[in-house]
């Protein structure tokens, strides 16, 4: 599968977007589209919670040194910027939760 990218090359360097191969994800993952970085792989674990054996908890990891793991600390450092334009009072909206 091709998906575009956000790579940056050297560190400091400008974030060049680029098409890539994309792997099928194996067992215990699964790739997501993101509609900025493109496709993410991401590995999951389920953990069953002792105190409510009917709730699932599902974490899911990128593994260091790949695209997605790349990808995933550009769309942080890109939120993190963004953090103080947000208006608090609207944040459960963009959420999706109600208000």
Known sequence: MKSKAALQV?????????????????????????????????????????AEPALTMITYTAEPGTTTHDNLSF??????SQENDIDQNRLPALLGADA
Do not use: F, K
Request: proline residues 13%.
């Open 10 to 50: 050297e560190p400091g360097g400008p974030v060049v977007i680029e098409e890539i191969d994309i792997p099928d994800p194996g067992p215990d993952q699964v790739t997501v589209q993101h509609p900025v970085v493109g496709a993410l792989t991401l590995s999951y674990d389920l953990l069953q919670l002792a």
């Open 75 to 80: 769309l942080a450092s890109w939120a993190a």
